[in-house]
């Protein structure tokens, strides 16, 4: 018994106690190694670099530098959160390794820490974009060769920011990999798509201090980990159940230390502010204007041949943000390779080095003219670009047989989505036309208030863009500032009348600006006008101009601003020493109210030239108006196709961007062949038009930067609705927002909703009360009823529009009741059943021919919807003690008589003659005078009205027929 009691033990059990007491060992070990070095030690190397360069915001790192020769260059460049050492992970999964081993010559950019950095946590994202520029031009001065320019993440933004600044110069091709470029196409980081991004964004890029803060590597390391907290504890368990086992983690271990706390570095305040600013909340990736130093820079420039690489499964980078590079980069041939993969798997790991580097490789090969394209690389296909991520979720679906289940829930995010999209537009809106309802004859409004509060809110916000350079909200009023010490030294003082002659600068901004903060009327003289005419009328004591107008200007004292280096002599106001000029007792900023002129505007020519004297409450109503019915947000860039001489310009751009807190871009000059270079370098969203200005865009040859534009609206007054209609057609899915503002009274009208073409809509809230009352055309007179007061019109009658108030010099008295005051605006109107407004004439433009007195707009309008008719006015040609009712137009394709005649079944005009192009006015405001003194024309196509009410070519009989009467 005893002998059976003290029997050695199974050898196995020896052997398995043996090898759980060595594990136990080990993994105590292990951990105390872990615990007190933050890892294992390995004997492995990181690859061999040389530090080429070394300058304040970066290093450039050459790797393999004892093995050159002739290669192709590769710069990779890190996104800010991660260190350079993301591009040699580990021997096994370093992508500068493969690069080399496969003929490449690969550099690295090196951010360093920000943290450990002198200056680091100050860095902007220019100061990042303008290291990679500067290591672009190093490269080249080395090597002698333009380099394929590499970033991942965060870094191939960087690169398609460097590529756009370089207008590519240098730069062979851009790979990229999981680097959005339109952040509107997805929510990132796996937030649902219903949840609403922008009023977080905005906070976020709006708080005080921002700049000044910066966010360290371990935030954002367990942000990253957080979105896939499975992976993140599958990985430690991982770790800790082969603790024992040295030769199992040494080979990862590089890669896990980097991976949980040594890879992550602190993300600078500027560059985040900049970063959620421009590129998150305003998406300026994708539709340009972005800032660099104060450089404005649009992805469109980019010219070179691009590689994306997309993660099918990449939650941080969904593919359909990274297929937005095809829409912001429209001249660039844009390829893509699609890995089944996630964001970090792109370029790190086994799969990185097994796949994504030997095409990347392959790529720069075959861009090189030696190989073959790899076959994981195609071009883009526009078709495809919503695939990825979505395709991979819904074969899942299908695989579990859970599509109706997602369809559902699919179709509720939606819903959710519209509502909250809704309550985003209504949080902006309401705001604003509460304020315009507020506003009565004393209340304080006018345009440099609203300038000051947008400096006191957003300083260092962009306002002003021009010729490629970029003004914030700070900086614009430090300007309006100076110029205001300059006004008053020369005397300016509150209601003075003061001409403003200059072209479109900086300056004329300014100078506008200061003479509202004053209190002054600036009185916007046009350089092609009547000067003498404009003066006289604006009643102006002296004028304002820039060196170039100021020699038009006689028999009243002129004043120079924006002379630079010229000698002006002592009336140069840019000469003024702004620190001898002490503001008087008497200034006070901003004092004018409702009520008060602030400025005139002129309209029309020679003998037709008419002023209209703007207060503060009517640049208001335009501006918020404006602001409200195009939904502006600092998001925005209105681009202004007018001077601010123009009416659309000041009330309408310049006013609409102020009270939306948009960005204002003021052109030079139009020109339709350079309009979509200029569209996207500021980034505009919202263009604004007069009349029939943008006709020569409409009918320009196709332009590559048209394609995926971000314009989503025209705002403007004026445009033919056959215009209105092909420009949507060509430019969908930008719409028209058309407005009518009356020359006398405060009635503004919009076509909101934009679903008939023609329409100017209906009042705009705030806006002065409007009624359209019987009008008797041939006596021009209102027709009163029984009472004696006047009669509103119905559904579809025409009639004269009335404005409520006082608008004009001659205001109506009791229209509609003792003692009430009411302007005629001179144009006549009618209102269909759904209650909008359609323009139908002026009362000046009326044509008495010997059937009865016609508006000549329903003519217009009815001739100008003829298939292949452009454009077409309607005018009448004297005839004795009437008129004859005649049409021009021009042509797109051929129309034949029967067509003219099936648009007029009934009434119709006498002569439709064809011509090649009609005269305009400066803004592209179609005129008749010329075909009314030109009469029945001599020769061309012209189509005569017979009796039998069809059209047909004029003969000579019937001329002479016409000429007698």
Not at 47 to 67: C, G, H, I, K, N
Not at 94 to 103: I, K, M, Q, Y
Not at 654 to 677: H, K, N, Q, V
């Amino acid at each position: 018994m005893r002998e059976r009691l003290t029997a050695p033990l199974p050898k196995n059990l020896v052997r398995l106690g043996d090898r759980l007491a060595r594990g136990l060992s080990a993994t105590a070990q292990n951990a105390l190694e872990v615990a007190r070095f933050g890892g294992l030690r390995t004997d492995e190397e990181a690859s061999p670099y040389r530090v080429v360069a070394e300058q304040p915001v970066y290093r450039l790192r050459r790797y393999f530098p004892d093995t050159l020769g002739e290669r192709p260059s590769v710069l990779l460049v890190p996104p800010l959160m991660l260190t350079a050492e993301i591009y040699d992970i580990a021997p096994a999964a370093s992508a500068v390794a493969v690069l080399h081993d496969l003929g490449l010559d690969p550099w690295v950019v090196d951010f360093g820490r920000p943290e450990r950095e002198p200056g680091g946590l100050r860095r902007s994202l220019a100061d990042h974009v303008l290291a990679v520029s500067d290591a672009i031009d190093r490269i080249k001065q080395v090597t002698g060769r333009d380099v394929h320019l590499a970033g991942y993440s965060q870094g191939g933004m960087f690169a398609y920011q460097t590529a756009a600044y370089r207008r590519s110069e240098g730069i062979e091709s851009l790979i990229t990999f999981g680097s959005p470029a339109d952040l509107d196409a997805a929510n990132p980081f796996g937030v649902p798509e219903w949840i609403p991004r922008r009023p977080f964004v905005d906070l976020l890029g709006d708080l005080p201090g921002l700049s000044g803060l910066s966010i360290p590597g371990w935030v954002t390391r367990s942000a990253f980990q957080a979105l896939s907290p499975t992976k993140s504890i599958r990985n430690r368990l991982e770790f800790l159940l082969q603790l024992h086992d040295r030769e199992v983690l040494a080979p990862r271990e590089r890669q896990r230390r980097f991976m949980q706390s040594e890879g992550w570095v602190a993300w600078p305040g500027p560059a985040l502010a900049d970063f959620l600013r421009q590129f998150v909340a305003h998406n300026r990736m994708l539709r340009g204007g972005f800032v660099i130093g104060d450089r404005l820079v649009t992805l469109a420039d980019i010219s070179c041949p691009v590689l994306a690489f997309v993660g099918e499964v990449d939650e941080i980078a969904p593919p359909l943000t990274i297929g937005g590079i095809v829409r912001a980069a429209p001249r660039a041939e844009v390829y893509e390779a699609c890995q089944r993969t996630g964001h970090f798997g792109l370029v790190a790991g086994s799969h990185a080095a097994a796949s994504t580097w030997p095409v990347v490789a392959g790529w720069v090969h075959w861009r090189a003219g030696q190989g073959m394209v790899p076959p994981e690389v195609g071009p883009v296909k526009e078709d495809e670009l919503g695939k990825g991520r979505i395709a991979y979720g819904m074969e899942l679906a299908v695989q579990v047989g859970a599509g109706a289940v997602r369809s559902a829930v699919d179709t509720t995010a939606a819903a959710v989505k519209n509502v909250v999209g809704f309550g985003e537009a209504a949080a902006e809106l309401l705001p604003r036309l509460a304020r315009l309802e507020r506003i009565a004859g004393d209340t304080r409004v006018s345009l440099g208030l609203l300038l000051d509060e947008n400096a006191r809110r957003a300083p260092d916000d962009i306002f002003f863009l021009f010729e490629d350079r970029a003004h914030t909200q700070a900086a614009v009023k430090r300007r309006i500032d100076g110029v205001v010490r300059g006004l008053i030294s020369i005397g300016v003082r509150q209601g003075e009348h003061i001409g403003v002659l200059m072209g479109t600068r900086p300056s004329a901004l300014g100078l506008v600006a200061a003479l509202n903060r004053i209190g002054a009327v600036a009185v916007l003289l046009r350089p092609d006008g009547d000067l003498a005419q404009e003066l006289a009328l604006g009643r102006v004591t002296r004028v304002v101009a820039d060196p170039e107008h100021a020699r038009l200007v006689d028999g009243v004292e002129v004043h120079l601003l924006g002379g630079g280096e010229r000698d002006a002599g002592p009336a140069d106001l840019e000469r003024v020493d702004p620190g001898e000029a002490e503001p008087p007792g008497w200034y006070e900023p901003n004092p004018g109210r409702a009520g008060d002129l602030a400025f005139i505007l002129f309209t029309g020519s020679g003998e037709d030239v008419r002023a209209s004297r703007i207060t503060n409450r009517r640049w208001a109503l335009s501006a918020f108006g404006t602001a409200s019915s195009a939904a502006l947000s600092p998001a925005d860039t209105v681009y202004s196709l007018a001077p601010l001489s123009h009416p659309s310009a000041l009330l309408m751009s310049l006013g609409g961007a102020i009270a939306g807190g948009a960005r204002l871009a003021l052109a030079t000059s139009y020109d339709p062949a350079t309009f979509w270079e200029e569209a996207r370098r500021y980034g505009v969203t919202v263009v604004s038009y007069t009349w029939t200005l943008l006709h020569g865009l409409v009918e320009a040859p196709p332009h590559p930067g048209e394609r995926h534009h971000s314009v989503r609206l025209f705002i403007g007054s004026g445009m033919p609705r056959g215009l209105w209609r092909r420009l949507e057609a060509r430019f969908a899915p930008a719409r028209v927002l058309e407005f009518y503002a009356s020359s006398s009274g405060g009635a503004v009208l919009v076509n909101l909703t934009g679903k008939k073409p023609g329409s100017l809509g209906r009042p705009l809230p705030g806006s002065a009360r409007m009624r359209i009352v019987r009008y008797d055309l041939d006596r021009a007179l209102i027709v009163p009823g029984k009472d004696g007061f006047a009669v509103r019109c119905g559904p579809g009658e025409t009639g004269l529009l009335l404005a409520r108030g006082a608008g004009s010099s001659e205001p109506l008295r009791g229209v509609f009741e003792p003692g009430d005051s009411w302007t005629a605006t001179g144009d006549l109107f009618q209102r269909d059943e759904d209650g909008d407004y359609w323009m139908v004439g002026r009362t000046s433009e009326l044509v008495r021919t010997p059937r009865g007195t016609v508006p000549t707009g329903g003519v217009r309008d009815r001739i100008g919807d003829v298939p292949g008719v452009d454009l077409a006015v309607a005018y009448g040609i004297p005839a004795g003690r009437f008129e004859l009712l005649a049409a021009a137009v021009t042509l797109r394709t051929t129309v034949s008589p029967e067509d003219f005649t099936a648009a007029f079944p009934e009434e119709g005009p006498d002569l439709i003659r064809v011509v090649e192009e009609i005269e305009t006015s400066a803004y592209a405001r179609l005129l008749t005078r010329a075909l009314r003194e030109e009469g029945i024309p001599d020769n061309g196509t012209v189509f005569f009205r017979d009796s039998g009410g069809r059209y047909r070519p004029l003969t000579d009989a019937d001329r002479e027929r016409l000429r007698a009467l």
